[in-house]
């Protein structure tokens, strides 16, 4: 930041936003472009040719030299192809160009990016398509478009399209249901996303030192350090100064992209941080974390650090998850999961509450599959992240009245109560009548739901193209059941819905400890879903309840839906075998090289002390050199068991099975020899080994 610019000075500079597009747009124009994004409906040609001319001179103002279509394959990164705006001219002189047409659509070759057997190699045009919901900004000289990706046969190649059409289904269901409820002047209702971010800041000295963070993103070997989480020091704790520089740094960075960062703490495990942005449209909230994460790293690298995005980055601590915190807003500006003063007799709270109830209830598996990554497969379960098992906390008050719905008695809703501090000096706050719930994958906090099982590094296009969906879904049900009941009273008819709805459904709903035994019992009795890894989860994509709910609301086709079903479980394997390759070529060199040495020299001076004290009782070089010895030979059978099993794996050609393999071999194979390897540093002094120990990664940042 330049001295003295102030926050609201900054903010968005970077943006071609809707207030620079009024600016700098004829009035026509832009009330078509607004009308566009406000709607959803289509853009003419010539109204595209007028932004363009706009947007370049802008960009080019901004010191942009490049144009990009910015989209986000099924890879969950963001893909860039840049074009100069120079075309030269006959006279040797350039002129800079951008036409509507470049705006609208851009052809990049699509045949590296994974298509899952939608598109043969050949077919290699893939088409960008510009999304004007989402506004362009400038970044490293370019100006950024964001796009959706589609196949030459217009299937979708993205994770952008599928959340297009999602918010489009959700739309139409909740105004279906609002006009029914009497709410004639709502048009169009938005998903809201605000994604809470966790992270890990390591030295970036240290980061380049380890093969399993470069290659993989986390840790595959490495004992504890004699400190861990257990303090709860770190938690909320004083930032450190080069931290609380990097923090600002990025705020300013997000800040000139117009992504509203507005909180940010230490983490519970050591060097883990969490920034939250305030929420917007769910589409614009996906493109600002993909850019979040993007800018992240960025910065952490101008500030000497590594930023560690992995879901699970070290053993034995806290992992990072990213919280979808969720709700629908219509175009009047009501939040629909906004219960009001009095909640028992708000009918709409109460019907779209019933709707995300059903959803998450009829739909979990789904769900459960849209956070399913190799990486969350450690993180979820874990005893610091939700379970695998999807529930609902509603907390206690609603739990009250929803429990007053099913059994059809009485409800009195809690006062606000004020809390007394004991000292006289401190003002007067009032207590929540709900108290919150760490362990609940899917809780409801306040005024919109809060999904908390996505891992760090995921995109959370998935999570909520199935939330959308599912909700429409369930919002489609309830009016219909409503339509068919025209006359009986109709609030007798909405309420009947509502308790229907809840009696279906109520087994979702749990209000307790999350982490344990129990409860994995518990939920096995209601008859929910526990499913623990990505192989397990997969078919449920492709079960016929699925391909209905997304055929059904026209967000996938059965294709896509096999595609994205192929690449998945493509992308755990890869996963997977990447970090068996990784693994062994740290323990065949980097920690071998470590143990020999050590070994080396523990025989070295226990010959030498044999030499000087021939009758030394007990030597500790030479016991400990057997206890090393012992470890070296099993470690080297682990590692040779874990060669062999990968070369099996290599040879599975079916997708399933193969994902299977290696969660059930691989996985473990790799589990046993970290156990021994774990084991065995604990004895080797730092010196020796040539990788940094999680004591020095984690406890290095000032
Ligand atoms: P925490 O859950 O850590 O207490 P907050 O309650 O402040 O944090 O909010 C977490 C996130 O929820 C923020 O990103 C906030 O903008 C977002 N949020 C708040 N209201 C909504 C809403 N109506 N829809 C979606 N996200 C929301
Ligand atoms: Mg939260």
Redesign the pocket.
Known sequence: MEKNATVSEIYGSLVFSDRVMRERLPKDVYRAVHKTIANGTHLELDVANSVAAAMKEWAIEHGATHFTHWFQPMTGLTAEKHDGFLSPEPDGSVIMEFSGKELVKGEPDASSFPSGGLRATFEARGYTAWDPSSPAFIKDGSLYIPTAFCAYTGEALDKKTPLLRSMEALSREAVRMLKLLGYDDVNRVTA?????QEYFLIDKDLYKKRKDLLFTGRTLIGAPASKGQEMEDHYFGVLKPKVSAYMHDLDEELWKLGIPI??KHNEVAPSQHEL????ETANIAVDHNQLTMEVMKKVADRHNYACLLHEKPFEGINGSGK?N???M?TNTGI?L?DPGRHPSGNLRFLVFLMAVIAAVDEYADILRLSVATAGNDHRLGGNEAPPAIVSMFVGDELGALLTSIEEGSGFSEAKKTQMEMGATVLPHITRDTTDRNRTSPFAF????F?FRMPGSSLSVANANIVLNTAVAEALRQMSEAIEGAKEEDFEEAVRRVIKDTLTQHARILFNGNGYTEEWVEEAARRGLDNLKSVPEAMPRWISEKSVDLFTRHGIFTKGELDSRYEILLENYTKTIHIESLTMQEMVRKDFTEGLVAYMRDLAKEAADKKAVLPDAACSLESALLKTLDGAAGKIHELLAVLTADTKTAEGIADAQESAEFYEETILKDMEALRAETDAAEALIPDAYLPYPTYGAILFSLR
């Open positions: 809201t996303i605000g994604s809470e507005k909180t939250a942005p305030v929420f919280h915190n969720w709700s807003v939040n999961l906090t306040g005024n919109k809060e």
